[in-house]
């Protein structure tokens, strides 16, 4: 694969600096280079990989997923650039973990024709959100990953970061990392929702195979807002993870 299939695959690997975005009181911005977000590297060939890592300098990957997901969707990385895994969430959870057997579209292929089946096991994303920001386990992750990205940044060392998606647990992480350098809630909200701009094309894919397999347009639907970066629970975690910080 070559670097041109790099660009090709730019919106399902979900990538982007954090660099540029403002910080508060005019004291200039995130620089950019350092931090970069991104879905799951294994849709990338080693040589595409290698090319990616070349490209934005990219010196440490940290794997935001569960060990069975890394295990079965492994990052194949090159040589000299360190990989981290630091799993938010300790065991799988449907709709934001992908482990085989957890993945939504593997589980709606299987329960095709039981809809009513499928949506009962649409998850509550406020409680898998307020999970991440406020489980012990899961805060106690997030803030070395958080820490981890610091100490790298403080050595002029770019770090990429990644669940599968980039959508989620990226998304949180990120947050998290903003909020450290004082950034704005509205900025981080920004940030969150630029997901969007990638994501939207493979959800109308998705959402397309949703509909094929099932032929249930309120499947479709609620597909489609499992699938795009949502602002109501970027604002709870947000709010939840500022709660946290303040009431140990």
Not at 33 to 60: D, N, P, T, V, W
Not at 116 to 136: A, C, G, I, N, W
Not at 210 to 220: I, M
């Amino acid at each position: 694969m070559k670097v041109e299939s790099i660009s090709a695959r730019y919106h399902e690997l979900n990538i982007r600096d954090l660099g540029g975005i403002p910080l508060p009181e005019g004291r200039g911005r995130i620089p950019g280079g350092l931090f970069l977000r991104s879905g799951k590297l294994s849709m990338l060939s080693a040589e595409a990989c290698a090319r990616l890592c070349q490209r934005y300098h990219i010196r440490c990957v940290v794997d935001l997923r569960t060990p069975v997901e890394s295990a079965e969707f492994p990052d194949v990385l090159p040589d000299g650039v360190e990989y981290l895994q630091i799993p938010l969430l300790k065991d799988a959870a449907v709709g934001i973990t992908h482990e085989t057997g957890s993945d939504p579209m593997t589980i709606i292929r299987n329960l095709r024709k039981h809809p009513e089946k499928l949506l009962e096991m649409v998850p509550d994303f406020k409680v898998l959100y307020r999970e991440v920001v406020t489980d012990p386990y899961s805060r106690s992750q997030l803030d070395k990953v958080v820490a981890t990205l610091r100490s790298n940044a403080d050595k002029g060392l770019c770090t990429l970061f990644h669940c599968t998606a980039g959508k989620d647990r990226t998304g949180i992480a990120s947050m998290a990392l903003l909020k450290s350098y004082g950034v704005s809630d509205e900025e981080i909200i920004k940030d969150y929702l630029r997901t969007n701009r990638n994501a939207f094309w493979p959800t109308v894919k998705k959402c397309l195979g949703v509909w094929l397999l099932t032929r249930n347009w309120t499947l479709v639907k609620t597909g489609y807002k499992c699938f795009m970066a949502d602002r109501e629970l970027i604002a709870l975690a947000l709010k939840l993870y500022e709660f946290r910080k303040s009431n140990p």
